[in-house]
């Protein structure tokens, strides 16, 4: 079977992708059923006449699903790294009546002791760990945050749309009369 990105581009290809595309079929479709790229459906369709081109609704729709999907996957992840950061909050701030148990080695071996104090080195791995989740979390939710980016747009919009009136009413009955 020939490569099918190798193939030259023939009069059946373009007969065959305004055949599929005028029953309605994707270009994903057109190109599993030729066997070829979907970019090659693509560029076929292009040079078309009149162009072909195909109904992007669906692949809207799917994008839009992807990435609500992401920014709840954001969310939960989120959720995750403020809960470990608290728990490693929580175990370096233990009532010191229960005491704080570390593992510490001995010369037999590991073994568990508490203390009424957290050990320098602990503290310092905890508080570093704690500040990781944060760091990422903080991260995370900066990605779902538009800080205004939207409202500036879309008064940018309206503001075009205003000048565009105004000199267009300005410029309204004046022709090429001396």
């Known amino acids: 079977m020939p490569n099918q990105y190798n193939r ?4 059946e290809d373009r007969e065959a992708v305004r055949r599929l ?3 309605g079929k994707g270009r994903n479709e057109i ?6 790229s ?13 162009p072909v081109t195909f109904d992007r609704t669906m692949t809207a729709v799917a994008t839009q699903a992807r990435v609500m999907d992401a920014k709840a996957r954001r969310a939960a992840l989120v959720l995750r790294a403020y809960t470990r950061a ?5 175990r370096l701030e233990a009532d010191e009546t229960s005491g704080y148990k570390f ?7 590991i073994e568990t002791r508490t203390l009424d104090h957290v050990p320098g080195p602990e503290e310092r791995s905890l508080a570093t760990a704690a500040g990781q ?11 779902d945050t538009n800080n205004g980016v939207d409202e500036a747009k879309s008064m940018l919009g309206q503001l075009a749309a205003g000048l565009t009136a105004a ?5 309204e009955g004046a022709g090429d009369a001396p």
């Open 8 to 11: 030259p581009v023939t009069n």
């Open 21 to 23: 595309a005028a029953e």
């Open 31 to 36: 190109a599993r059923e030729l066997q070829r």
């Open 38 to 50: 979907p970019r090659t459906i693509s560029q076929i369709a292009e040079k078309l006449d009149p």
């Open 86 to 90: 608290e728990k490693i909050y929580d």
């Open 103 to 109: 593992t510490a080695t001995t010369v037999n071996g």
């Open 133 to 143: 989740y944060l760091a990422q979390a903080a991260k995370l939710e900066a990605l």
């Open 167 to 171: 000199y267009n009413a300005m410029n």
